[in-house]
């Protein structure tokens, strides 16, 4: 008797698995925003100068979040070259920080000339907080999973999904 055919994967398998790779890394990112938080106040309170104090903690913050996706999120990702990989990570991170700081310099420096209100503090954290942070934590999730962490072999429950440069 031949072998089974692995039977296709139905459209509320793969969901659930995206719910479940967002949770992942959405408490990664929550984890490496605490510790970004965290370092960055004690540098300062310890007497760093601020910019000094931010560039420790993002790069400490970073590292803990590509070990975070690499290990947990994405573990079953290709992982045959850890240096390129990080790199890559932390130019994508840095894109994702610049979408965050263009929604901030668009509402405060270009939108801000034309109605004042949005060079308020509230506006800047609505532009750079909610509408930046949210745009580049999309942009991180997608090139992370589409650059970074390609899953090349089918998880081991023996459910068959699309390699990942064809699902997205």
Known sequence: MPPKPPEPTTLRTRITGLVHELGKFGIVGGTAFTVDLVLFNVL?????????????????????AFVGNRFWTW??????????????FFVLNLIGLGIALACLAISHYGLGQIWPALRS????????????TVLGTMF???????????????PATGSVTAPSSVSQ
């Open 121 to 132: 503090p509230l506006a800047d954290n609505i532009a750079g907080v909610g509408v930046g």
């Open 44 to 64: 300062l309170s310890a007497g760093l100068e601020s910019l000094t104090a931010k560039a420790g903690a993002t790069i400490v913050a970073t590292s803990v």
């Open 140 to 154: 991180r999730f997608w090139s992370y999973r589409r650059f970074v962490f390609r899953v090349t072999d089918a």
């Open 75 to 88: 573990r079953d990702g290709d992982h045959t070259n850890m240096a390129r990989q990080y790199t890559t």
